[in-house]
């Protein structure tokens, strides 16, 4: 059997990569056809999905609603996607503010205690006084 091609540009998930390893516990990962990833404690929070269209991102049901309805130009949820708690973001479209917040929501619901005092004592430490 072939191997399928996959038309996805990895470079695309650049600036989310950039932005999601600023996270204590966060690291690279392959995912889905040798898609690039972050992972939590080995559990997936985000990816380029293998279309190279969107990234899924891992959030929690109540939080991903609610992203869904107040920027429906940047997030979506295929049907596959409809049972898992997750949301996906156009891959072009967002800004670099309104994807800090929802990646940090993301790792935040899959971060231990430690990993959270830890990102609260850097961001309390880096704010001016």
């Keep these: 059997m072939k191997p399928r091609t996959v038309p996805f540009n990895p470079s695309d998930f650049e600036p ?5 390893l600023r996270f204590p516990g966060t690291e690279e990962s392959v995912s889905h056809e040798n898609t690039p990833s972050i992972k939590v404690r080995g559990k997936l929070m ?10 899924p ?3 929690d049901f109540a939080i991903r609603d609610a992203y869904l309805d107040s920027h429906p130009e940047i997030f979506h949820l295929p049907d596959h996607f409809k049972g898992y708690p997750y949301v996906c973001m156009w891959i072009h479209p967002y800004d670099r503010k309104l994807l800090a917040e929802i990646l940090e929501l993301s790792w935040r619901g899959l971060a231990t205690k430690k990993q959270l005092a830890a990102w609260e004592a850097r961001t309390a430490s880096s704010e001016p006084r």
């Design 16 to 20: 989310v990569r950039m932005v999601a």
């Design 46 to 55: 985000c990816r380029l999905h293998e279309s190279g269209e969107f990234i």
């Design 57 to 59: 991102i891992r959030l």
